[in-house]
């Protein structure tokens, strides 16, 4: 048989495209002759269109589409790239071939769009591609796992996004799955994305995935954080993304940054003009030694250091069992007093007696 360049398998596919579609995009539906989706990833929504049929005038081929929200367009091979996650474009090929019952071949035609080099397993440049795969938060199921949490401020989140097929491989296991993720940017002090943070979830956002290992990072994480707001003077910093995105909920202004470990808070990197660091500290013997340490360096560098504590085991227990008043009652009296009426809110009975 012939060599098929990348181009025919495009059009191959988009003779087939409504079965492409109702494989690939399943959260899709089909409206006349356009299958609707809420973009290539196979979000929920109607924001992508692609065409299902040659119109019989003018321009336009069938599996071509257009996602005007997000400003992108393609063919059905972007569709199978971005749908499952796929780095590798001659990844991308033979997975066409298999749906299409096409025969493997060896090599990439040289027709074929160039090949990406592949990128180191766990890398940062791996962070990064699977980062570019990710959607905006915003109306996606990681938003709505959020929310079961008792999150649901989320500005100044832009580091948090959602792929709806993440592989996971779990210890020791060969066969791969997909599962939702909610994918979080790691960052450095010049903003570069050393690595990312994969929480996979349940397929209706209500909770984690039923997997054994729910969270996972990869890339250059070492003194560098995923993080809400811009750093100034003063910022707060502690461990998991949903205790600091908690927290937050009670001091929405405060910028924030959460280390993914005790490990890796007792190790983070200092902003250059930061004067006032305050830790937000889990309620374990893990979170004791990461605050000591921090507190350690911060004060040998001249920075003050003060410690926020919760309630119970960590600021999502105290937020989704005791509630946000709770939270910002609990935390007034930890604050520095300059920073309570900046951004915990004026104290009534300080207003009153002034």
């Not at 066409?96 to 397993?121: C, E, G, H, I, M």
């Not at 990064?128 to 401020?153: F, V, W």
């Not at 707001?229 to 909920?249: D, W």
């Not at 470990?261 to 004791?288: E, K, M, T, W």
Request: proline share 5%; aromatic share 6%.
């Amino acid at each position: 048989m012939s060599r098929i360049d990348a181009a025919e398998l495009a059009e191959r596919l988009g003779e087939q495209a409504e079965d492409v579609c109702r494989h690939y995009l399943s959260n899709g539906r089909r409206q006349g002759n356009y299958w609707l989706v809420g973009d290539v990833r196979n979000a929920a929504g109607r924001s992508m269109f692609v065409r299902l049929k040659r119109p019989a005038a003018g321009k336009g081929a069938a599996g071509k589409w257009q996602d005007p929200a997000e400003g992108g367009h393609g063919d059905l091979l972007d569709v199978i790239r971005e749908s499952l996650g796929l780095s590798n474009f001659p990844d991308v090929l033979e997975e066409a071939r298999r749906f299409l019952s096409l025969p493997r071949q060896d090599s990439v035609p040289k027709t074929a769009t160039p090949k990406q080099p592949a990128a180191p397993t766990g890398s940062s440049e791996a962070a990064r591609r699977l980062l570019g795969m990710a959607s905006p938060l915003k109306g996606s199921l990681a938003a709505t796992y959020l929310r079961g949490r008792g999150i649901t401020d989320l500005r100044d989140t832009s580091a948090l996004r959602f792929h709806p097929n993440c592989y996971y491989r779990g210890e020791g296991e060969d066969q791969t799955e997909t599962w939702p993720a909610m994918i979080a940017a790691v960052t450095d002090l010049d903003s570069k994305v050393t690595g990312v943070h994969r929480t996979w979830l349940a397929r209706d956002g209500s909770g984690k995935a039923p997997v054994d290992t729910q969270r996972k990072a990869m890339g250059e994480l070492l003194g560098h954080a995923v993080r809400f707001g811009v750093a100034k003077e003063v910022i707060a910093a502690g461990e998991g993304i949903e205790t600091v995105l908690s927290l937050r909920q009670a001091l929405s202004k405060m910028p924030m940054v959460a280390a993914l470990s005790a490990g890796h808070l007792a190790a983070l990197q200092f902003p250059a003009h930061l004067r006032r660091l305050y830790i937000v500290r889990d309620n374990d013997p893990a979170g004791d030694g990461a605050r000591d340490s921090l507190i350690a360096r911060a004060h040998e560098v001249g920075i003050e250091a003060l410690t926020l504590s919760p309630m119970a085991g960590d600021f999502n227990d105290d937020l989704t069992t005791r509630g946000l008043d709770a939270i910002r009652a609990h935390i007034r009296v930890q604050l520095a007093p300059e920073d309570v009426s900046r951004f915990l809110g004026t104290d009534p009975l300080t207003r009153r007696r002034g």
